[in-house]
């Protein structure tokens, strides 16, 4: 690794300079990343620090959560499109929700071509009710990106953030769904995002059953806590992982350009 990215891994705020790592070939490095609608943990806009973290870790796919596009709060911008122009890299965005005069939504951010993109509605009974009376619907970005080693499907998310996980069983079962005819398939299929579920809950239970791994437990060093930035006290920030491919290391980030912290995935594609 070259001197100027150390120092430029270096220079972001609370970001651990432990989480430099040579990547071996045939990787994909995968950031999973709640970016809380482009504000940094004291409210300031985000999205240059943002870009900054993928630029400096090599991420060549990133899933962001909490994403905006031309709402009030955001100033009336682009997220996506800003975050493409700071990184270089190619935005999708699934919106699941018209929001403050824009949408809101989950994106991907892809080094490598986009091939097609769909986002599906995680319908629920009864509906996810929220302050005021309103409702928010969730939803899964399906991406399929054209890597150096062959297709991969991205599934990203970001699950309901009840104290009962009624709705997140009901959303992870949409996803199982759909992610198990893309395996069926014999496809390369990744699944992550927030799922605000911790790792002995049901919802977490229900992907291990049906045989999707977490890539966490198999090279992360420690519990991976992810909320609050400050001092996490909750992992739900997930990377999973179907037949294909295999997490060689993993890292959460100390920063605070976000109210969560950011996890860099290093994934060998082992077909």
């Known amino acids: 690794m070259s001197s100027k990215l150390l120092a430029l891994l270096c220079a972001i705020p609370l970001l651990s300079c432990s989480s430099v790592r040579p990547a071996p070939e045939e990787i994909v490095n995968v950031l999973v990343y709640n970016i809380h609608a482009g504000k940094d943990a004291k409210g300031a806009g985000n999205l240059p620090r943002v870009a900054e973290i993928v630029r400096a870790t090599g991420a060549e796919v990133a899933l962001l959560q909490e994403v905006d596009i031309n ?3 955001s100033g009336r911008v682009d ?3 800003v975050l493409s122009e700071l990184t270089g890299m190619r935005p999708v965005f699934g919106k699941t929700l018209d929001y403050d005069g824009g949408q809101y939504g989950i994106a991907v951010l892809s080094r490598w ?7 599906f509605s995680l319908r629920v009974t009864p509906r996810q009710e929220r302050a005021g009376g309103s409702y928010e619907p969730r939803g899964v970005l399906h991406v399929l990106i054209a890597t150096p080693y062959g297709p991969l499907h991205i599934l990203n998310t970001h699950l309901d953030p009840s104290a009962d996980d009624r709705f997140r069983r009901q959303e992870a079962a949409t996803i199982l769904r759909l992610a198990d005819q893309l395996r069926s398939s014999g496809e390369t299929v990744f699944i992550g995002g927030d799922l605000n579920a911790n790792p002995d809950s049901r919802v977490l239970e229900m992907f291990i059953d049906a045989g999707w791994n977490d890539a966490w437990d198999g090279c ?3 519990e991976g806590k992810t909320f609050p930035y400050d001092t996490p006290v909750k992992r739900i920030d997930y990377l999973l992982l179907g037949p294909g491919a295999t997490c060689v290391w993993a890292e959460v980030l100390a920063t605070d350009a ?3 912290r950011p996890i860099i995935f290093h994934i060998r594609m082992d077909r």
């Open 79 to 81: 997220q996506p499109s």
């Open 220 to 222: 992360g060093e420690g």
């Open 71 to 73: 709402t009030r709060r």
């Open 113 to 119: 071509p986009v091939e097609h993109d769909t986002v």
């Open 258 to 260: 976000s109210d969560h």
